[in-house]
């Protein structure tokens, strides 16, 4: 079991930058986790952002953040980000982190993904 609570969310202009954080609390050890960023938009299904493995070694991106958005972690936080530049209105949604406790690499599937955080609203006006 793990817990997730995201933060740093708002409401910015198109072209800002905004950098999301995961907090993540479990009884076995975070780098035994592969983390993703999901994000759903209202009226839409929840859709990929990043996903970053174990090590964070590997990423992997939707072609629509790809050159904009960069996911890292810590693994002695217990922590994962999302760091959010250019941002443009189509990425107004919630964001939620999700932990991985299966895979090796870093997965795109959210049926791979076991836990999932609370969400923190993105907002960006035109």
């Known amino acids: 079991q793990v817990q997730l609570v995201e933060s740093g969310g708002g409401l910015v202009q198109a072209g800002a930058s905004l950098r999301l954080s995961c907090a993540a609390a479990?009884?076995?050890?975070?780098?035994?986790?592969?983390m993703g960023w999901f994000r759903q938009a209202p009226g839409k299904d929840r859709e990929f952002v990043a996903a970053i493995s174990r090590s964070g070694v590997i990423t992997y991106y939707a072609d629509s953040v790809k050159g904009r958005f960069t996911i890292s972690r810590d693994n002695a936080k217990n922590t994962v980000y999302l760091q959010m530049n250019s941002l443009k209105p189509e990425d107004t949604a919630v964001y939620y982190c999700a932990a991985d406790q299966r895979s090796l690499g870093a997965s795109s599937r959210y049926s791979e993904y076991d836990y999932w955080g609370q969400g923190t609203q993105v907002t960006v006006s035109s």
């Open positions: 479990s009884g076995r050890t975070f780098s035994s986790y592969a």
